[in-house]
């Protein structure tokens, strides 16, 4: 497994923004496809956003498109999740999960063997 770090959450203002970052100090995170879930209390895990190993192609949840995006930035070996204009909706434990790249960009947190600790996100004013 990939020991994954997330960090960038917070207590934010509905209609702000934030930037969520995964991390790795194992393998590089570039070999790997990375998606992120979130999760709420008393409701199940979801995906909300991956990006493919192989180039820079992403899937985003129907739900949150136009206000979430994943980026990969191989340099600096991280992934990110940019949320704008967030809403109440959005407060969970955010968790970035790493695949082997024969996983392809998935949605589905069954497809995941590595997790990181996750980072909370609580929208309200």
């Known amino acids: 497994q990939l020991p994954l770090v997330e960090s960038g959450g917070g207590l934010v203002q509905p209609g702000g923004s934030l930037r969520l970052s995964c991390t790795t100090f194992?393998?590089?995170?570039?070999?790997?496809?990375v998606a992120w879930f979130r999760q709420a209390p008393g409701k199940e895990r979801e995906g909300v956003a991956c990006?493919?190993?192989?180039?820079?192609?992403?899937r985003v949840m129907d739900s949150v498109k136009g206000r979430f995006t994943i980026a990969r930035d191989d340099a600096l070996d991280a992934v990110y999740l940019t949320i704008d204009n967030l809403v109440p909706g959005d407060t969970a434990t955010y968790y970035c999960?790493?695949?082997?790249?024969?996983?392809?960009?998935?949605?589905?947190?069954?497809?995941?063997?590595?997790w990181g600790q996750g980072t909370q996100v609580t929208v309200s004013s």
């Open positions: 194992g393998n590089p995170l570039k070999a790997y496809e």
């Open positions: 999960a790493a695949a082997r790249p024969e996983t392809g960009c998935s949605l589905n947190p069954r497809n995941y063997k590595s």
């Open positions: 990006v493919y190993q192989s180039h820079s192609r992403s």
